[in-house]
């Protein structure tokens, strides 16, 4: 299973590539501009990035991965105090599975384990 995490906060980055690496391999890069030559080369199973990083945000990696490998589970992680409507936006638009608040995000560790279980299991057999 690998899993890109896209943030500025480098705690944030150190806390999920630990909780991570214990079932993933975690690729953990603070800018979109160095993750999408990463999303180029390879297939992440999960990308979770945060909404607002520097130069570029996280959505458009996220509507970049989501155009480029759909089955890619799309994860985005926000400090902002009222992205409903932005949020919204992205759900509807099929950029994002899911928003998660900081600094706890509560639910992703949640959300990453369960893509993976998903994609773990072996497919329902036919009759």
């Known amino acids: 299973m690998r899993v890109l995490v896209v943030?500025?906060?480098?705690?944030?980055?150190?806390?999920?590539?630990?909780?991570?690496?214990a079932f993933a391999d975690v690729k953990a890069l603070s800018s979109v501009s160095a993750a999408l030559p990463l999303v180029e080369r390879g297939r992440f199973d999960v990308v979770v990035a945060d909404l607002r990083l520097p130069e570029r945000?996280?959505?458009?990696l996220l509507a970049?991965?989501?155009?480029?490998?759909?089955s890619t589970k799309r994860l985005l992680l926000t400090g902002d105090s009222d992205p409903e409507h932005t949020v919204r936006e992205l759900l509807d638009r099929?950029?994002?599975e899911a928003c998660f608040r900081k600094p706890r995000a509560k639910g992703l560790l949640e959300a990453v384990r369960s893509a993976i279980r998903?994609?773990?299991?072996?497919?329902a057999p036919t009759t």
């Open 7 to 21: 943030d500025d906060d480098a705690d944030i980055l150190r806390a999920l590539t630990w909780e991570l690496e």
């Open 118 to 123: 998903a994609e773990e299991s072996p497919p």
């Open 57 to 60: 945000w996280g959505d458009e």
């Open 64 to 70: 970049y991965v989501a155009a480029r490998s759909p």
């Open 94 to 96: 099929g950029v994002i």
